[in-house]
């Protein structure tokens, strides 16, 4: 079974400031890791994924994640967060040995960038 | 691109009655559809992964028969609430991966559903 954690229930930052938002993971065989964004009303729209090779990976509107597998962590990073990010962030995670394609979920951090 | 739509965008019924939402791959073909619950504030749970010409999968606790899915094609795939009560007001997400050794899902809009 597969499963995510995204520890913090809501990130403030002041805007201009570096984002984090953490993720760790725990799966039975190797992960696909992907990191998504809803806005209020909306639903996701994908931010970026890892499937294999490089470990820092980079997505839509200047996002990346490192990943990290000895700390199973998945982290979602920003140099400098707009007023704009602010939204609701899912991080999600799928067995790649397992045949479906079934994505489990983390709860899901909201983001307030503080102008 | 990677479009996923749904309709309608939000839907008021009276207790009893039956929607259907749709969810439509725009700009790619489809083999896995997916379709979620989210609460307010809450994460996404699955309810069931729908493959094109074949039977839905439902996940533990959702009621076949209380909703209803059809993936006819390889671009749609229908959500019954059959018999809607209060309870089953939510916010309603599909999702679908590419027919080609797709791994990441693409989501539609949501359709928000109030019961009365």
């Known amino acids: 079974a597969q499963s995510v954690a995204q520890p913090e229930d809501q990130v403030n930052v002041a805007e201009g400031n570096p984002l984090t938002v953490k993720c760790t993971y725990s799966?039975?065989?190797?992960?696909?890791l992907f990191w998504y964004v809803q806005y209020p009303n909306r639903g996701l729209q994908f931010l970026l994924k890892?499937?294999?090779?490089?470990?820092l990976v980079k997505g839509s509107y200047g996002f990346e994640a490192e990943f990290n597998k000895s700390q199973t962590s998945f982290h979602l990073k920003k140099p400098s967060a707009l007023v704009s990010d602010s939204a609701l962030y899912f991080c999600a995670v799928r067995d790649r040995d397992e045949g479906n394609n079934r994505l489990a979920f983390g709860k899901g951090n909201q983001v307030v960038v503080i102008p | 691109g990677a479009v996923v739509s749904q309709h309608p965008s939000w839907v008021i019924c009276k207790s009893g009655t039956s929607v259907k939402i749709e969810c439509r791959s725009l700009d790619f073909q489809a083999t896995t559809m997916f379709w979620y619950r989210q609460f307010p504030k809450q994460s996404l749970m699955l309810m069931a992964t729908?493959?094109?010409?074949?039977?839905?999968?439902?996940e533990q606790g959702v009621e076949k028969d209380k909703f209803l899915i059809n993936h006819a094609s390889l671009t749609l795939s229908t959500l019954t609430v059959t018999s809607a009560h209060p309870e089953d007001s939510s916010f309603y997400i599909c999702?679908?991966?590419?027919?080609?050794?797709?791994?990441?899902?693409?989501f539609g809009p949501g359709t928000r559903l109030l019961v009365l």
């Open positions: 799966v039975s065989g190797n992960p696909y």
């Open positions: 999702s679908a991966t590419r027919a080609a050794g797709g791994e990441t899902q693409y």
């Open positions: 890892y499937i294999t090779g490089d470990n």
């Open positions: 729908s493959n094109e010409g074949s039977k839905a999968t439902y």
